[in-house]
């Protein structure tokens, strides 16, 4: 009897059923393929170039000098707090209050993941626009909640369109999840559009989670918040961090703003887990907001510079390539190759050293893509584009 018992347990999986299923990240699969190469130019992975700018860093060795190594309240720094408070009422239209509406979180990473467990209950269903950023759905699954992707279509330059949205909500959909500027399509958001999803979300009484972490890398005219459409900041949650525009990935330091009662159910989950962020970070991030802007719209026009360059070799080599608004990913068409998204990215680098993402990693509907990152420097996407250039042509003969 105790050996049935030992093999009835040991046939028992020990890995929780809902995580067993996730699968791996397709970003990641190829950038550790690429660790293992030698002379490989990398457009995978999101990061930029540059180092964080030295105003910021200094403000990290000096807080460290001056002995601050302390825990934090969970909510993080209340400078930080209305500082961030602040910059949003001035450039995203939103009024919070830095008390309690304001949470500091290691990475946006963490504060989506605040978010979802924080709203989510099992069965729930939230709908987001894909291809997306490899998180949203293996989030929401982590959370019990059943994600619902919304299809965006290349002539809609990727941008979610409200009447597919539309039909996708059921009575049991809670939550929707917007990323514009887009990981991994670039794509961003009309004011018409943006108004009429507002409108759905009043009128189904959805509660919104807009990821803003890339709203500074914005080409054209940067749209306000989502948030501060009428009838929207009450129901939204706003994320947004200092990885991408201030270069600042290694600090892991995000935040999110919404309503008290919705903060305060992260803020729980937060001081559990986390307790607080790196009080380094921080400081960091006090000084990105006060005398970062200089150097982050330097930043801003380099990778512009570097995406009219990229987007133009690939439609001249034969890859569709939309010009994405924002962020800084190009997501072209690699239809004419003949290959699979997986199998073009992973004969590319193998034969010619160029490592791009497949854009099935963000979707099935990312199937026909891959994507790109030009946060990379000008000279290596020059090279970059000869070397696929050569792949194309090698796959003809």
Request: proline letters at 5%; a negative charge.
């Amino acid at each position: 009897m105790t050996r049935n018992l030992k093999d009835s347990q040991s046939r028992r999986s020990r890995v929780a059923e809902n995580i067993a299923v996730l699968p791996k990240s397709g970003i990641r699969e190829f950038f550790d393929l690429v660790t293992t190469m030698k002379d490989v130019i990398s457009l995978g992975v999101g990061e930029p170039d540059f180092v964080t700018p030295w105003t910021i860093r200094e403000n990290a060795i000096y807080s460290l000098e001056r002995g601050k190594t302390s825990y934090t309240s969970n909510l993080g720094l209340i400078q930080l707090r209305r500082e961030i408070c602040d910059y949003l009422r001035s450039d995203y239209g939103v009024d919070y209050n830095p008390d309690n509406e304001c949470l500091i979180t290691v990475g946006v990473s963490e504060a989506l993941d605040l978010a979802i467990r924080a709203v989510i209950n099992p069965g729930d269903e939230v709908v987001y626009s894909a291809p997306c950023y490899v998180s949203y759905p293996a989030e929401v699954a982590m959370a019990h909640g059943i994600p619902v992707p919304v299809e965006t279509r290349v002539e809609d330059k990727f941008a979610l369109n409200p009447k597919i949205l539309r039909e996708k909500i059921t009575p049991r959909t809670k939550l929707l999840m917007l990323n514009f500027p887009c990981n991994p399509t670039g794509a961003t958001l009309s004011m018409e559009d943006m108004r009429e999803i507002a409108a759905i979300a009043v009128e189904h009484d959805l509660l919104v989670i807009t990821d803003e972490i890339y709203s500074e890398l914005t080409y054209t005219d940067r749209l306000p918040s989502i948030a501060s459409l009428p009838g929207m900041q009450e129901r939204t949650i706003f994320l947004h961090g200092f990885s991408k525009a201030f270069a600042m990935t290694g600090f892991r330091i995000g935040y999110a703003c919404g309503p008290a009662d919705i903060i305060g159910a992260m803020m729980k989950i937060h001081q559990y887990s986390m307790l607080c962020a790196s009080i380094t970070s921080q400081e960091a991030a006090l000084e990105a907001l006060r005398n970062g802007r200089t150097e982050m719209e330097k930043m801003r026009e380099s990778y512009m510079a570097r995406r009219d360059v990229m987007v133009d070799g690939f439609n001249r080599i034969g890859l569709k390539c939309l010009l994405p608004n924002g962020a800084f990913y190009a997501f072209p068409s690699i239809k004419i190759s003949g290959l699979r998204s997986h199998d073009f990215a992973t004969k590319l680098v193998k034969e010619q050293n160029v490592a791009v993402v497949p854009g099935t990693a963000f979707g099935d509907c990312g199937e026909g893509f891959v994507r790109c990152c030009y946060a990379t420097k000008l000279p290596d996407i020059l090279v970059a584009l000869e070397r696929m250039e050569r792949f194309l042509n090698s796959l003809k003969g």
